[in-house]
């Protein structure tokens, strides 16, 4: 008897191309579920913006910083008004210092509050054995080149905490504190006066929720935004 594969010889041919396309169809099916499983772009940027968000919610907590930035909607107008007379009024207040915190963090330049009002503890403390660990977790935090929350100083009076870090005494910071509060005093101040967020308290009305609004820490830049820059004048 002839093999029936010489005798229909196409049927090999269909059979063998049966197979090939099973097999492409197999393999396809096994990497479909691979491709859609990985995540596209914007899903990465959505991840991604969601672990910010909870990071930041994170450490407001754990720092004891408020993250209601309507909280300070109970503030009488009458109370809100003393503020503008100076920037020392405003921080000698609670709710003032709170108001004008939550104002730096709009701007993303919670930092130079944040040294100040760690200065001011460190200097309420009564013995030498609190100044030390105070003093090397305020140089870490926004004295030292990189620091996390590094605070704009210039260069001498960097040099002299620095030094001064080594034998720390009540007033190891004041230059440096000095310093972060004038640069407050004479540009974050101004602009927190003008905000929606003060003009609001003053005249009474809920705040609400201030615009994020990313900004150099450097006021002489902030000074010039919307500027194109003419590089030449570097050649």
């Given at each position: 008897?002839?093999?029936?594969?010489?005798?229909?010889?196409?049927?090999?041919?269909?059979?063998?191309?049966?197979?090939s396309?099973?097999?492409?169809?197999?393999?396809?099916?096994?990497?479909?579920?691979?491709?859609?499983?990985?995540?596209?772009?914007?899903?990465?940027?959505?991840?991604?913006?969601?672990?910010?968000?909870k990071?930041?919610?994170?450490?407001?907590?754990?720092?004891?910083?408020?993250?209601?930035?309507?909280?300070?909607?109970?503030v009488?107008?009458?109370?809100?008004?003393?503020?503008?007379?100076?920037?020392?009024?405003?921080?000698?207040?609670?709710d003032?210092?709170?108001a004008?915190?939550?104002?730096?963090?709009?701007?993303?330049?919670?930092e130079?509050?944040?040294?100040?009002?760690?200065?001011?503890?460190?200097?309420?403390?009564?013995?030498?054995?609190?100044?030390?660990?105070?003093?090397?977790?305020?140089?870490?935090?926004?004295?030292r080149?990189?620091?996390?929350?590094?605070?704009?100083?210039?260069?001498?009076?960097?040099?002299?905490?620095?030094?001064?870090?080594?034998?720390?005494?009540?007033?190891?910071?004041?230059?440096?504190?000095?310093?972060?509060?004038?640069?407050?005093?004479?540009?974050?101040?101004?602009?927190?006066?003008?905000?929606?967020?003060?003009s609001?308290?003053?005249?009474g009305r809920?705040?609400?929720?201030?615009?994020?609004?990313?900004?150099?820490?450097?006021?002489?830049?902030n000074?010039?935004?919307g500027?194109?820059?003419?590089?030449?004048?570097?050649?």
């Open positions: 008897m002839e093999n029936p594969l010489l005798l229909f010889p196409q049927l090999n041919i269909s059979a063998s191309k049966d197979k396309y099973y097999k492409v169809m197999k393999s396809t099916v096994k990497e479909e579920p691979n491709k859609a499983s990985k995540p596209g772009a914007k899903q990465k940027r959505n991840r991604l913006s969601l672990l910010l968000q990071s930041e919610l994170h450490e407001a907590e754990h720092l004891g910083k408020p993250t209601d930035l309507t909280k300070a909607s109970s009488s107008p009458e109370e809100a008004m003393k503020w503008g007379k100076s920037f020392d009024k405003l921080l000698s207040q609670k003032g210092l709170d004008f915190t939550r104002f730096l963090k709009t701007e993303f330049s919670e130079n509050i944040e040294f100040w009002i760690a200065c001011e503890d460190y200097k309420k403390s009564k013995t030498t054995n609190e100044l030390f660990p105070k003093a090397k977790t305020i140089y870490e935090t926004f004295i080149k990189d620091a996390p929350k590094e605070v704009n100083l210039d260069f001498k009076t960097k040099e002299v905490t620095s030094q001064n870090i080594e034998q720390p005494v009540i007033t190891t910071f004041d230059a440096a504190q000095t310093t972060v509060y004038r640069l407050m005093e004479q540009d974050s101040y101004p602009r927190f006066l003008r905000s929606d967020l003060y609001n308290l003053v005249k809920n705040p609400g929720r201030p615009t994020l609004r990313r900004r150099s820490r450097s006021f002489t830049v000074d010039f935004q500027v194109r820059p003419d590089y030449t004048i570097w050649q």
